[in-house]
C-alpha cells in the first residue's frame, strides 16, 4: 500500500535553482493538494487539482507552478527558488474533496534553500 | 489575526489522565471541522471529524460550539502513544478550501 508518495524526501538548493517536487497516488484520488509547512505556522496551501489536467492557486501559489498531467501525478515546480521557499513541503489526495477530511497526506518533503 | 488559533502547548500529561484543548477559528461560514494528529516529522493523519452535536472515538471526543466558534477535543485515559501534535483543521466551501492551525502538542508521561 503505497498510497501517497513524494520524491525527493530531502533536497538542498541554492538560491536561483529550480526543482520539482513529485508527488504520487495510486488510490485513483481525483482531488490532489499541495502544502507548505512553516514552523508555528498551520499547513498552507499552494496549489491545487480537482482532476486530471486542471490546476488551481491555493493560498500562497506565487513562486511555485503545478501540473497534473497524469490523475495519478502532481508535480510541484519551483523556477527560481528563494530562501523564503524553505519549508516542508506536503502532497495530499482526496477522493471526494478536502471537506470531506479525507485527506492522505506523503511523508513530506524537506527543502532547504541556501 | 490567525484564522484558525490553537494554545501551541506543550500540554504535559501524565499517564492515564485525561487533557483536553480547543481551538478557535474566526469565519462564521465554516462548513467542517476536523482534528488531525502530526507526529513529530511525519505527516498529519486524520483523527475525525467533529459533528455539532459532538462525537466520540474510543478515548477521544471532539466537541463544536457554532455560537462561540471553537471546537475542543478531549482525550480520555492518556497513553503514551497520544503524544503528538494535534492540528485543528475548518473547511469552509464545498471544493475542500482548509484552514490548518498550527497545532497543539501534547506529551505524555509515564
Known amino acids: 500500500n503505497a498510497g501517497v508518495t513524494q520524491t525527493p524526501k530531502f533536497r538542498v538548493l541554492k538560491t536561483g535553482q529550480s526543482m520539482t517536487l513529485l508527488c504520487a497516488q495510486d488510490?485513483?484520488?481525483?482531488?490532489m493538494y499541495w502544502y507548505r509547512q512553516d514552523p508555528g505556522m498551520g499547513l498552507r496551501l499552494i496549489h491545487y487539482s480537482v482532476g486530471e489536467g486542471t490546476t488551481a492557486k491555493g493560498e500562497v501559489p506565487d513562486g511555485y507552478n503545478v501540473s497534473r498531467l497524469k490523475k495519478q501525478n502532481f508535480l510541484l515546480g519551483l523556477e527560481s527558488a528563494a530562501p523564503s521557499q524553505t519549508s516542508v513541503y506536503f502532497c495530499?489526495?482526496?477522493?471526494?474533496?478536502?471537506?470531506?477530511?479525507?485527506?492522505?497526506f506523503g511523508e513530506g518533503s524537506r527543502l532547504t534553500v541556501l | 489575526r490567525k484564522e484558525v488559533e490553537q494554545d501551541p502547548g506543550p500540554f504535559n500529561v501524565p499517564e492515564g489522565a485525561t487533557v483536553a484543548f480547543n481551538c478557535t477559528y474566526s469565519n462564521s461560514a465554516s462548513q467542517s471541522f476536523f482534528w488531525y494528529r502530526q507526529d513529530c516529522r511525519k505527516e498529519p493523519k486524520l483523527l475525525m471529524s467533529?459533528?455539532?452535536s459532538g462525537n466520540e472515538d474510543g478515548r477521544f471526543t471532539a466537541q463544536l460550539n457554532r455560537a462561540s466558534q471553537y471546537i475542543s477535543l478531549l482525550i480520555r485515559d492518556s497513553k503514551l502513544s497520544d503524544s503528538a501534535t494535534y492540528l485543528c483543521?475548518?473547511?469552509?466551501?464545498?471544493?475542500?478550501?482548509?484552514?490548518f492551525g498550527a497545532g497543539t502538542q501534547v506529551v505524555v508521561t509515564p
Open positions: 495530499a489526495s482526496s477522493p471526494q474533496g478536502a471537506n470531506t477530511g479525507e485527506l492522505f
Open positions: 488510490m485513483n484520488h481525483e482531488y
Open positions: 483543521v475548518v473547511g469552509l466551501n464545498s471544493w475542500g478550501k482548509l484552514q
Open positions: 467533529v459533528y455539532s
